[in-house]
């Protein structure tokens, strides 16, 4: 099956003129392509869904403004929320808010534990992506669950990266994709949840502190992830027909 896979994966490759590839699949692609003639038609780069978003709000419509509001979006199949409850249920910080915007079909598993650990957890189903906007506009932090795959890297991650609002991301393998996203961000917490609760309760009540009231330079959000720009995509697409054939310039054409 895998030299079936590989073969077709050449086979693909090689009647390209470019294979874009997650830069988290760097390593994996240098392995299997790097002695190969393809391997040159690889550009790599993430998901082109940064976009830096205007915080300017009406009001504040949505959330109680009393609680610090942790906002988190997307599948919860494969992702448990066990540690970051308790992290919250031990923390010194109490009026927080952790709000799921989530298939119903984990509502009640979420509030389960929630209630286990005696936080406060409010669940939403999911929205159209422009509500979902909305809501992100007004989170104080966003929220992401790391997963054991280390290929694996959900899309909102670099949205959420577009609101240069403070992240939080737990891990528990070395190798999880959000790392070395994330490590470049200046306003992230980065959860190690193989660590005992007790070590990481002073970081989190730290950031939970002192993040919130954190502004960000978009200039260097632009600058360090200009790769999971759309605007990157555009531009490498439009400079490979430039290279081919100056007078084709379908982006630009009016």
């Known amino acids: 099956m895998l030299i079936a896979r590989k073969k077709l994966e050449y086979e693909v490759v090689k009647d390209?003129?470019?294979?874009?590839?997650?830069?988290?699949?760097?390593?994996?692609?240098?392995?299997?392509?790097?002695?190969?003639?393809?391997?040159?038609?690889?550009?790599?780069?993430?998901?082109?869904?940064l976009k830096i978003q205007n915080q300017l709000l009406v009001d504040k419509r949505y959330f109680n403004t009393s609680y610090i509001n942790i906002v988190f979006a997307g599948n919860m199949g494969m992702r448990d929320p066990s540690y970051l409850f308790k992290l919250v249920s031990k923390s010194s910080i109490g009026n927080i808010n952790i709000h799921f915007f989530t298939d119903s079909k984990y509502h009640r598993k979420v509030?389960?534990?929630a209630q286990k650990n005696n936080i406060l957890a409010t669940m939403h189903d999911y929205v159209t992506h422009d509500e979902l906007i909305a809501f992100l506009k007004e989170a104080d932090i966003?929220?992401?669950?790391?997963?054991?795959?280390?290929?694996?890297?959900?899309g909102k991650i670099f949205e959420y990266i577009g609101f240069c609002k403070p992240i939080i991301s737990t891990f528990f393998i070395d190798d999880e994709a959000t790392l070395s996203i994330l490590s470049k961000y200046d306003n992230a917490l980065l959860i190690d949840e193989r660590k005992d609760l007790k070590s990481n309760i002073p970081k989190f009540d730290k950031f939970i502190t002192k993040s919130v009231s954190k502004v960000l330079d978009e200039g260097k959000i632009v600058r360090t992830y200009k790769n999971s720009m759309?605007?990157?995509?555009?531009s490498l697409i439009n400079d490979f027909f430039c290279e081919n054939d100056e007078s084709f310039d379908f982006i630009n054409e009016k």
Do not use: C, T
Request: proline share 5%; hydrophobic share 40%; no cysteine.
């Open 16 to 49: 390209a003129d470019r294979a874009i590839v997650m830069e988290s699949h760097k390593k994996h692609i240098e392995k299997l392509w790097k002695d190969s003639l393809i391997y040159e038609k690889f550009v790599f780069m993430n998901i082109p869904y």
């Open 111 to 113: 509030q389960s534990v």
């Open 142 to 154: 966003l929220l992401n669950f790391g997963v054991n795959n280390p290929n694996a890297i959900s």
């Open 230 to 234: 759309p605007e990157s995509y555009v």
